[in-house]
């Protein structure tokens, strides 16, 4: 037991550290939290949403993809941020990355 979830964090963290690097060359614009403890993602869309309705706009209505709304945890200066979970195959993190900057890339 010990030994697996020492290799689900060590996917976990290899999944973050490919969603950070993913961003950081190609879209450089969408912020990557640090990691807290947690296989949950804080992405900062403040650069290129105004409002939550953008993020749901971008993240919901154009790449097709759920993730929880920074604005629902109450505070006024997450509107912009949308929370990703990366305990899941890097296939899927993979996919996230190629919808999101897909879709912004082809909105410039």
Known sequence: M???AYLYLGEIHGNFEYLKQRFLREC???KVTELEGTYLV???F???????EEVIEL???KCKIAMDLGGWFGSEGGNTFARMNIATSRENVKE???RIISALNSSK
């Open 96 to 98: 996230a990355c190629d």
């Open 46 to 52: 403040s650069q290129i949403c105004s409002n939550q």
């Open 2 to 4: 010990v030994l697996t």
């Open 42 to 44: 804080w992405l900062d």
């Open 28 to 30: 450089p614009s969408v």
């Open 59 to 61: 993240i919901q209505n």
